[in-house]
C-alpha cells in the first residue's frame, strides 16, 4: 500500500493513479475541493483531419534518390553527421498530435477542514487497486473510495461518512480546453465535445446515486448532493477514434458511454467494487515477493526519502513495493479494448505533454512491456499486439514510398494515427529497426505462454512482414560482404554509419525468431532458406575494440568516456539473448556498461537494471535499482526521466524479476542475478518460457525450494544449485505441479 498524510500538491509528484487501461483518474486527496485529474487514452489530437495537415511522416514529394544517396556516401566515406541524413531523409513533423488530458473533476465540498490533521490518510491499495482518502471532521469520520473498474468500463468513486446526512458536495467538471459543454440533468453530468485540432469527438458521462439526502442538476452543468448518508458516483468516457487506416475513425461515443454509465449506474457500489476487486486480484495476486520487508507504518514519501538501497526491512519493503507498483500500474494502463500503455500509461494532466506522452519506439514502448510475462500479468500485452498489427497498414505504405520494398516499418516514434514516417530531430528521426523490435515481443508472448495458434494467427504475420522488409533492405558492406543495415544510427548518438551494432543485433534477433517460428508452423522452405542464407551472411553486430569494449558501431569509435543514456550496443544481452553468458561478448558488454557508468534517465537505469541481471551480477543490479528509487523516483513512486515517464517502472519491475529468474536460452535459470541484500526470500508466480509457473523460497542466497507448474507439456531444464550438478531435466506435464526440495 501507498500511503500518505497530506494530499497531493502537484499531480505529477503526488497524485495517486487508478485505471482500467481504457480510463485513468490520478488523485489529489484534496480536502475542501477534491480533484482527480481524467484520462481517456485514445483522446489525441493529430492525425487526419489535424488543422496542420497529416502525412503519416511518409514524404510529402517523392525522393526517388535520396536513400540510395546516403547509403552511397555512407559507402564512401563511413559516417555521416546526423545533420546531414536529417536534411536528405527527414522531414518536418506535421499533424502528430499529442495525448490531451481529458479534464479534471471537482468535487466541492460545503464543509471541509481546511487542512489535514493527524486524521489525515490518503492511500493507494495495490492488491485491490483501491484509492482511499479519510479525515475526521467534526468528529464525524468522512471516507473517499475510488476505483476504476475494467470490467464495468468506469471510474467510480464514494463518498461516505460513519453518522446519516453528513454527505453533501457538489460535481463540477474542468479543461484546459475550451472545445467541450458540460449540461447535467437529473443525476446525470454529461461533458462532450470535440477537438479543435481534428475533430475528434469525446464524450464523458458521470451518473450519481445516493443513500439519503438529494441530488440536484445545476444549469451550469453541475450535480449537487446534500445532506446523504453516502453517494457514489460512476465515470463513463470514449471518443470517436477507431485504430483503423487511413481514417481513424468510427462511432460517436454517445451510445456506447450513456449504455456503460447506466450499466454501472444501475448497480450496487458493493457490486461495482466486488466485481473490480476480483478483477484486478485475479491479476494483480498471481506474483508474491518477499525479500524480507517490513512496511512501517511510515508514508510512502518518507519510506523514498530514507531509503538508502541499504540493509533495513524499510528498505527492503520499498522495493517490494516499487516492484508490485510496476505490476499495478501495468493492469491499470493496458487492458484489451484500448491503445497500449503510453509514455505516461494513461495518465496526463496536460494538453501538452513531454514528447507527447506517445509512443516512442526506440526502447520506450517496448521496454513498458518487458514486465508484462515474468510477472505473469500475460493478458496485458493484447492491447500492444493490436497496436502493433494496426501500425502494418500505414507502415507497408511507408516501406514502399520510402525503401521501395515489401514488408512493414516504423521509427522512432509514433502516435495512433499510424505515423509510421519521419520527421527531422537529427538525432532521433531515423529507425526504421523499431517494427523488428516491436515483434519481439509478441513472439516473447508465444515463448512463455506456447500458443501455436496464437503463434499462427498473430505473432508470425507480423514478424514475417518484418522480416520482409529487412530481407529486402539489408546491403552488403562494400568493405567485407556482409548484410548491413544502411543507413544506421544507434539511438541517439554519434553519427549516422552502416551497421551498427544495435541495428545488426535488432535485426539478428528478428530474423532467428522468424526462422525459429517458421520452422514451428511449417512455412514454405523456400521462405526459410531466405532467412537461414541472410542470417549466414548478416554482420552480426558483435565486435570487441581496443579498449575491450562491445562496440557500439562497426568501426571502433567508443569513447570511453561516453556516458549516454542508451546502451544500445547491449541490445544483444537485453532484451536480445545473442550474447550468452561467460562468452567474450558478455565480458566486452560489462566492460562498455561499466564506462556508461551508474548514471542515467530513469528508464535508462531500469535497463542497467536488467543488463546487470543478465550479466548475473545481482549486487549491480541492485545498486541500480537503489540508484533509480534514490534519484529517479518521484514520492507517488512515479519513475521520473524527469519528467514522469512510466517505462522506468516497468523496466524496473523487469530488472528485479531477471534477478530471480530468466529463461531467455532456454533453460529456466533460479536465482541468476540474486543480490546480497536479498539474502532470504520467496517469490512465487514468476513465469518462464516453455510455459513454466516458478515459485522459488531461498536462504542464505541458496535456493532451498523450487515448484514448478507446467502449463506445457515438454522437457524443462531447470538450472540452480539446488541440484546436483546445477540442473536437473524432466518431462513436464501440462496441469503437473513439481516440488523440488534438494
Ligand atoms: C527516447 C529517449 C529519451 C526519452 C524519449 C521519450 O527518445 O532517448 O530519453 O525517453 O524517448
Do not use: C
Amino acid at each position: 500500500m501507498l500511503q500518505y498524510r497530506t494530499p497531493a500538491a502537484d499531480w505529477e509528484r503526488g497524485s495517486l493513479p487508478i485505471g482500467s487501461g481504457a480510463l485513468g483518474a490520478s488523485v489529489f486527496g484534496t480536502l475542501a475541493s477534491e480533484r482527480l485529474t481524467l484520462n481517456e487514452k485514445t483522446l489525441w489530437t493529430g492525425g487526419p483531419g489535424s488543422v496542420q495537415g497529416y502525412d503519416f511522416g511518409n514524404w510529402t514529394t517523392p525522393r526517388p534518390d535520396a536513400l540510395s544517396g546516403v547509403q552511397q556516401r555512407l559507402d564512401e566515406e563511413g559516417a555521416l553527421g546526423p545533420d546531414t541524413v536529417a536534411d536528405a531523409l527527414g522531414q518536418a513533423r506535421r499533424g502528430y498530435g499529442a495525448y490531451q488530458v481529458l479534464g479534471d473533476l471537482h468535487i466541492d465540498l460545503v464543509d471541509a477542514p481546511a487542512a489535514p490533521d493527524d486524521s489525515y490518510r490518503r492511500t493507494l491499495d495495490l492488491p485491490t487497486a483501491l484509492a482511499t482518502v479519510t479525515y475526521t471532521h467534526h468528529d464525524v469520520r468522512h471516507s473517499r473510495e475510488y476505483f476504476a473498474s475494467h470490467p464495468d468500463g468506469v471510474i467510480v468513486g464514494r463518498l461516505a461518512a460513519d453518522r446519516p446526512g453528513q454527505v453533501s458536495f457538489t460535481l463540477r467538471h474542468t479543461s484546459p480546453r475550451s472545445d467541450f459543454t458540460a449540461s447535467a440533468t437529473a443525476d446525470r453530468l454529461t461533458v462532450r465535445g470535440a477537438l479543435k485540432d481534428n475533430g475528434l469527438r469525446f464524450e464523458a458521462q458521470i451518473r450519481v446515486r445516493t443513500k439519503g439526502g438529494s441530488v440536484t442538476a445545476g444549469a451550469d452543468g453541475t450535480l449537487t448532493v446534500r445532506d446523504a448518508d453516502s453517494a457514489f458516483f460512476v465515470l463513463a468516457a470514449g471518443t470517436d477514434y477507431a485504430d483503423v487506416h487511413p481514417a481513424y475513425r468510427g462511432e460517436d461515443p454517445h451510445a456506447a458511454v450513456t449504455d456503460t454509465v447506466d450499466a454501472a449506474a444501475d448497480q450496487t457500489y458493493a457490486k461495482l467494487r466486488d466485481t473490480h476487486v476480483r478483477d484486478h486480484g485475479a491479476l494483480f495476486g498471481r506474483v508474491v515477493l518477499d525479500i524480507g520487508q517490513d512496511l512501517p507504518d511510515l508514508p510512502t514519501d518518507q519510506l523514498l526519502t530514507r531509503y538508502t538501497g541499504g540493509a533495513s526491512a524499510a528498505d527492503r519493503a520499498l522495493e517490494a513495493l516499487f516492484f508490485q507498483y510496476g505490476r499495478y500500474l501495468l493492469i491499470a494502463s493496458s487492458r484489451a479494448g484500448s491503445l497500449p500503455a503510453n509514455l505516461q500509461g494513461v495518465w496526463n494532466n496536460s494538453t501538452t505533454p513531454p514528447w507527447s506522452a506517445d509512443y516512442h519506439t526506440n526502447i520506450n514502448l517496448q521496454m513498458n512491456y518487458w514486465l508484462a510475462e515474468v510477472t505473469n500479468l500475460a493478458e496485458t500485452t493484447a492491447p500492444y499486439d493490436r497496436y502493433v498489427e494496426a501500425l502494418r497498414a500505414p507502415g507497408r505504405k511507408t516501406a514502399r514510398e520510402m525503401f521501395g520494398t515489401a514488408g512493414w516499418v516504423v521509427h522512432n516514434e509514433t502516435n495512433p494515427y499510424g505515423f509510421t514516417g519521419v520527421h527531422d530531430w537529427s538525432t532521433a528521426f531515423w529507425f526504421p529497426e523499431a517494427a523488428a523490435w516491436l515483434t519481439q515481443q509478441m513472439y516473447e508472448h508465444y515463448r512463455f505462454g506456447g500458443s501455436t495458434a496464437y503463434l499462427r494467427s498473430t505473432a508470425y504475420p507480423v514478424m514475417k512482414e518484418a522480416a520482409e522488409f529487412w530481407l529486402a533492405n539489408l546491403r552488403p558492406d562494400p568493405r567485407d560482404g556482409l548484410l548491413v543495415v544502411t543507413p544506421s544510427y544507434s539511438p541517439e548518438h554519434g553519427d549516422f554509419t552502416a551497421g551498427a551494432a544495435m541495428s545488426q543485433q535488432i535485426v539478428h534477433d528478428l530474423l532467428t525468431s522468424t526462422l525459429e517460428a517458421a520452422r514451428v508452423l511449417g512455412d514454405a522452405p523456400d521462405f526459410r532458406g531466405r532467412l537461414e542464407a541472410a542470417l549466414d551472411r548478416l554482420d552480426p553486430g558483435l565486435r570487441i575494440g581496443s579498449w575491450g569494449q562491445l562496440q557500439e558501431w562497426k568501426t571502433d569509435r567508443d569513447d570511453p568516456a561516453d556516458t549516454h543514456r542508451h546502451v544500445s550496443h547491449l541490445f544483444a544481452l537485453h532484451p536480445g539473448r545473442q550474447i550468452e553468458p561467460g562468452s567474450p561478448w558478455a565480458e566486452a558488454a560489462k566492460v562498455s556498461l561499466g564506462a556508461r557508468g551508474d548514471g542515467g534517465t530513469g528508464w535508462s537505469k531500469a535497463w542497467k537494471i536488467n543488463f546487470w541481471a543478465r550479466l548475473r551480477d545481482g549486487d549491480h543490479s541492485h545498486k541500480m535499482l537503489t540508484e533509480q528509487l534514490r534519484s529517479s523516483t518521484l514520492p507517488n513512486l512515479w519513475d521520473t526521466h524527469p519528467p514522469f515517464q512510466i517505462d522506468g517502472n516497468f523496466g524496473a519491475t523487469s530488472g528485479m524479476a531477471e534477478m530471480l529468474l530468466q529463461s531467455q536460452y532456454g533453460d529456466v535459470e533460479i536465482l541468476p542475478a540474486l543480490p546480497a541484500a536479498w539474502p532470504d526470500g520467496s517469490v512465487r508466480g514468476l513465469r518462464a518460457r516453455g510455459g513454466a509457473t516458478v515459485d522459488i523460497t531461498w536462504a542464505g542466497g541458496e535456493a532451498t525450494r523450487i515448484v514448478v507448474t507446467a502449463s506445457r507439456t515438454g522437457e524443462l531444464t531447470l538450472r540452480s544449485g539446488l541440484f546436483t550438478g546445477g540442473e536437473k531435466t524432466f518431462k513436464a506435464r501440462a496441469g503437473e505441479r513439481y516440488v523440488f526440495t534438494g
